[in-house]
């Protein structure tokens, strides 16, 4: 007897320290445990440190990614930064900041612009046009659609309003009217950093025959501070619909329509199973897009990633792509959002955003002029509204979203408000108000230029 139990101790302490690593592996830094995550960071710095990194696309996406799931896991859990966009704020400045004071070691840096540059893997670009062509082709038609047509007005109006208090605002301060639009108030309504700030540079780049990292910086500013103010006024309309019910339609649009039916159906798009052989065609389709605006691009005269957008909306609106087809892209674009969203901001930190110029940025002015055009934008929302018979709140909140980082902003948005059903009508606030925002800034600044 003694024996069975002298062998079952050293069993026993064994079981122990399972149990206690089980523990420590309940903690993860975004999806991974934090102990894989140590021993993977150890990995690749170590190899960096010694440069035996690969330089390539799997040492770039070994070193945003574990930098991306790090800062975004912090900005999502610190107090009042997780209410303003934390991770996506992370993600950009704690990079850029890293490579502005050399701290980040130079394999890193090296393999990181490996991936990213349009130069070498590209991978910007491929996120482009994954999330451009999933968006909007796993949108409910009928959504898109109605909910287009519902929003139109208070949308247009909106975005008139934003664009005048806009240039108001930077005339009092002494702003060019030129930089004030293409600079500070395209950026904001441009449907976030990879549907708006990365298309739209490239186009700048090519007009204005400027780098494309230089452009980049002077946008990013504008879109963050723009998205932080609409999660502000995303937090308020939330108080002033529970102080004011007759403001609320809790996550309706229009009073007596049939938004919960249009809701229902957008979820039930969300949720089919998941297919990996169509997310292999859903990847096709995305390159294909990306493939057919460039090839057009040169009899068109506008830019490649301009007319991905708009070569999706057709597809979508005409219903010309099977089901099978949208659901396979749709699917492909959440794989890649979910997982590289931050990480890709990550890659932009190092790659597009000099610290420097980036802390130059954030005046009291520019701050002012961000917060008025963002604030015209809501307040016109809810006096249309008002007299469209919509929900005041719902519609304000809507047209903030038209101020948001992409899916991203959205969620941020509409977490604050407390009114998440409402995603499909911010997407197309979003998506179609910022692509429609890029689509005439490119021709208005190929006029001008």
């Not at 996550?251 to 292999?280: F, I």
């Not at 057919?292 to 005269?301: D, K, M, V």
């Amino acid at each position: 007897m003694e024996r069975l139990v002298e062998k079952e101790t050293p069993n026993s302490g064994g079981s122990g320290i399972a149990d206690l690593v089980r523990k420590i592996n309940k903690i993860t830094i975004g999806p991974v445990p934090i102990l894989i995550y140590i021993l993977i960071c150890v990995v690749v710095i170590g190899a960096a440190s010694i440069r035996k990194l690969p330089n390539d696309i799997i040492g770039g996406f070994a070193c945003i990614l574990i930098m991306g799931f790090l800062f975004a896991d912090i900005g999502a859990k610190v107090p009042i930064l997780r209410s303003i966009g934390g991770p996506a704020i992370l993600c950009l400045f704690i990079p850029s900041a890293l490579v502005g004071t050399e701290v980040l070691l130079p394999a890193m840096k090296s393999s990181i612009v490996s991936l990213m540059s349009p130069k070498h893997s590209n991978y910007l670009y491929l996120y482009i046009a994954c999330l451009v062509a999933g968006s909007l082709l796993g949108m409910n038609r009928r959504v898109l659609i109605q909910g287009f047509l519902r929003m139109f007005v208070p949308l247009a109006v909106g975005t008139v309003a934003a664009v005048c208090a806009g240039l108001g605002a930077g005339l009092l301060f002494g702003y060019e009217l030129k930089h004030t639009f293409f600079f500070i108030i395209i950026p904001i309504m441009g449907g976030g950093i990879g549907e708006g700030v990365l298309p739209t540079s490239i186009a700048y780049a090519e007009i204005l025959g400027r780098p494309q990292g230089e452009i980049i910086a002077q946008l990013i500013p504008a879109a963050l501070i723009g998205n932080v103010v609409a999660i502000i006024c995303g937090g308020l309309l939330k108080r002033i619909g529970e102080k004011y019910p007759q403001y609320n339609g809790k996550g309706l649009l229009v009073r007596g329509g049939n938004d919960a039916e249009l809701l229902k159906a957008q979820e039930e798009t969300a949720n089919k199973p998941l297919s990996l052989p169509l997310m292999g065609a859903g990847l096709l389709i995305a390159c294909s897009f990306f493939i057919a605006g460039g090839f057009l691009a040169p009899f068109t005269g506008i830019p490649g990633p301009i007319l991905m957008i708009l070569i999706g909306a057709l597809f979508k609106a005409t219903n010309l792509m099977p089901e099978k087809m949208e659901q396979g892209a749709y699917q492909m674009y959440r794989f890649i959002a979910t997982n590289t969203t931050y990480p890709l901001l990550v890659g932009l930190g190092v790659l597009y955003v000099p610290w420097n110029k980036l802390i130059a940025s954030f005046t009291f002015s520019y701050l002012i002029i961000c917060s008025v055009t963002v604030l015209a934008m809501v307040a016109s929302g809810w006096i249309v509204g008002s007299l469209m018979k919509m929900y005041q709140v719902e519609t304000a909140l809507v047209n903030a979203c038209h101020s948001g980082l992409g899916g991203t902003g959205d969620v941020a948005i509409l977490s604050a408000a407390e009114r998440m059903e409402m995603m499909p009508f911010a997407q197309i606030s979003t998506r179609i108000g910022g692509a429609s925002m890029i689509v005439f800034a490119v021709f208005l600044l190929r006029y001008l230029t």
